[in-house]
């Protein structure tokens, strides 16, 4: 099967894969920019951006010096390609890091864990694309109501995730336990249902892009094959050359198999599928680990009955400190063998494209 460019407004992307935005920096410059480089799109997380010591003084300035930063140097890298930048709905400085995606022209804005209700009104005339992450109809539905009655405003495209994906998830605990009653399918047919009148009042179709599982070019090739019009990847590129966490962190999620891979409740408010650790074995023992709140980065999170500080935790993670870390995953971790310069990934796309 040869595959179509993946085409959101005047955006054509020749290689129709989204790499994911993926928190505390693990999508940085050097990723999106190698991936947009390939002729797909590249995607900086802006959770967590920064130095520890610069977000202890003050958290809301340094994460939007820093993920300016990052977006100036991925243009330099990348300077044809596309650039986007996923942004949390769930963080306490949505606004502001909306903002500077806005100042320095990202193409994409990409924001789910949480409904994006505000997105469309922080643009101050910008054309960045934007496109919600949604598990549901049901939320689908709730995002193109109050996007066309306050902004008279229809996604660009949309990333629907599958029950199977890595990092926090818009499912309940129930659905978790029995993803096969929630086929991403079902809910791609449940999305269209709901995109179909604001599709026909606006004259023009939503692309969709499906995420989960995906570990290699076959595995898009067959998501495409459901129907949607591109990929989102998440769990591969953590083992890539380019990824911003500690060569110690990436060789612990190249030696882990799928039995590794747990559900915890995170402080989020959210499930979030990750690697057992020592620290997750604490946490499911009903531990709580002790730590400081200096900022609260989370809209939502309970500091004082918080099990443990999930950026803390993250944190270990990028500098290797593997037992006090946490390990975002998907499933799919049990397929990932090695650590990859990305534009490898990429090379069995060069004969199926379009
Ligand atoms: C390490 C990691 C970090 C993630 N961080 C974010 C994030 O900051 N924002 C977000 O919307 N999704 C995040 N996700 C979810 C991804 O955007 C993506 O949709 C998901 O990983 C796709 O499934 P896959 O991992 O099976 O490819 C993360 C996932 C992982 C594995």
């Known amino acids: 099967m040869r595959v179509q460019p993946l085409v959101i407004g005047d955006l054509a992307v020749p290689i129709p894969v989204v790499q994911a935005g993926m928190g505390v920096q693990v999508a940085k410059s050097d990723l999106a920019a190698a991936v947009a480089r390939a002729g797909a799109i590249g995607c900086i997380s802006s959770v967590g951006l920064g130095t520890l010591e610069g977000s202890y003084a003050q958290y809301t300035e340094e994460s939007a010096k820093h993920l300016a930063m ?15 930048v996923n942004v949390m709905v769930a963080l306490a400085n949505y606004d502001e890091i909306v903002g500077v995606c806005v100042r320095e022209k990202v193409d994409i804005i990409i924001s789910g864990a949480g ?39 229809l996604p660009d495209a949309v990333v629907i995730e599958g029950p199977l994906c890595g990092g926090h998830l818009g499912f309940t605990c129930a659905q978790l336990a029995a993803p096969e009653t929630v086929p991403i ?19 023009r179709r939503v692309p969709l892009i499906g995420a989960e599982s995906i570990v290699t070019a076959d595995d898009a090739v067959k998501m ?7 990929v989102q990847i998440g769990t591969r590129f953590i083992c890539t050359e380019e990824s911003g966490i500690a060569r110690a962190s990436k060789e612990m999620y ?24 020592p ?9 709580k680990i002790p730590f400081k709140c200096p900022f609260q980065c989370l809209r939502a999170c309970q500091a004082n009955t918080a099990r443990f500080c999930i950026a ?17 995953t998907g499933p799919a971790i049990g397929r990932v063998n090695n650590i990859i310069p990305a534009e490898e990934f990429f090379e069995p796309f060069k004969g199926i494209c379009a």
């Open 185 to 203: 399918t079902g809910i791609l047919a449940d999305i269209r249902a709901e995109l179909a009148p604001f599709e026909a009042l606006y004259g």
């Open 279 to 287: 620290l997750t074995e604490r946490v499911e023992k009903g531990e």
């Open 312 to 328: 803390d935790a993250m944190v270990n993670n990028v500098f290797g400190n593997t037992d006090e870390a946490i390990f975002l």
């Open 254 to 277: 190249v030696r882990a198999r799928e039995r590794d891979v747990i559900l915890i409740a995170s402080p989020m408010g959210m499930p979030v599928r990750v690697l057992r650790t």
């Open 70 to 84: 990052e977006i100036r140097r991925a243009r330099e890298l990348a300077p044809k390609g596309v650039l986007a």
């Open 115 to 153: 409904l994006p209700l505000s997105l469309p009104g922080l643009m101050n005339g910008s054309t960045v694309k934007l496109v919600p992450v949604v598990s549901s109809g049901r939320a689908m539905k709730v995002i193109l109501k109050a996007w066309h009655r306050r902004y008279e405003r």
């Open 224 to 230: 495409i094959g459901l129907g949607f019009d591109g």
